[in-house]
């Protein structure tokens, strides 16, 4: 099966734009959850979708949001962009085979805000 | 709320040696899964051992293995015969057992960056 895979893989952006990533799961994986990574943070947990519905949320202003498709294809959004939105974004995958409880993460989407 | 804790944010070892990374974690419940996932520098996180709270056996793969101690909440990663290769940022994470269909969003730790010296 093929990984998780996101796009674009890096991107740059300026002060008060909108940036909208993509992620698509692993085949047959209906869950993608969505984490920011940086230095002084780490990884913190921006949302969860699972069968188009978001399902849980992290502690993020609104300007973060996103979708999941009916083939589970996410989206996240990011509007009104600051500085601080600079971060590697991280989107992984769960299977609903509840034996397999671990998350497939992709290699991310390096977004810079100038 | 469940939280991760990993009091080592850097570690360093000899290749060919031994290195033990550690991680506490604080939840009131009994069913729940651990994980220790490795990222590379600019490369993809990627799983490396999980441990099933029910069981009593410590995980292993290959060189890694685990010392999961329920009852102090602990979970550390025993890397033997290190390699080169093994140098990366290591996090313990925390996912809940419950039924798929409801939140068990998963719970990160800090990070640990091991540095492996030749």
């Known amino acids: 099966k093929a990984g998780v895979t996101q796009t674009p893989r890096y991107l740059i952006k300026t002060r008060g734009q909108q940036v909208t990533l993509s992620c698509s799961p692993i085949?047959?994986?209906?869950?993608v959850s969505w984490y920011q990574q940086t230095p002084g943070q780490g990884l913190q947990f921006l949302f969860e979708?699972?069968?188009?519905?978001?399902?849980n949320k992290g502690n993020f202003p609104g300007r973060f949001s996103g979708r999941q498709f009916s083939n589970s294809r996410s989206e996240m959004n990011v509007s009104t962009l600051e500085l601080g939105d600079s971060a590697l974004y991280l989107c992984?995958?769960?299977?609903?085979?509840?034996?397999?409880?671990?998350?497939?993460f992709g290699p991310g989407t390096r977004l810079t805000v100038l | 709320a469940q939280t991760v804790t990993q009091s080592q944010p850097e570690m360093s070892v000899q290749e060919a040696e031994t290195v033990t990374l550690s991680c506490t974690y604080d939840?009131?419940?009994?069913?729940?899964?651990l994980f220790w996932y490795k990222q590379p520098p600019s490369r993809q996180m990627i799983l490396v051992i999980r441990?099933?709270?029910?069981?009593?056996q410590n995980a292993t793969e290959n060189r890694f293995s685990v010392n999961f101690q329920k009852a102090a909440k602990s979970f550390s990663l025993k890397i033997s015969d290190s390699q080169l290769g093994d140098a990366a940022m290591y996090f313990c994470?925390?996912?809940?057992?419950?039924?798929?269909?409801?939140?068990?969003?998963?719970?990160f730790g800090a990070g640990t960056r091991l540095t492996v010296k030749p």
């Open positions: 992984a995958s769960s299977s609903t085979d509840p034996t397999y409880n671990e998350q497939f």
């Open positions: 085949s047959g994986h209906r869950s």
């Open positions: 979708y699972f069968s188009e519905t978001q399902r």
């Open positions: 939840t009131s419940e009994s069913d729940y899964y």
């Open positions: 441990q099933e709270a029910y069981k009593q």
């Open positions: 994470a925390y996912r809940s057992q419950t039924p798929i269909y409801n939140n068990n969003d998963m719970r």
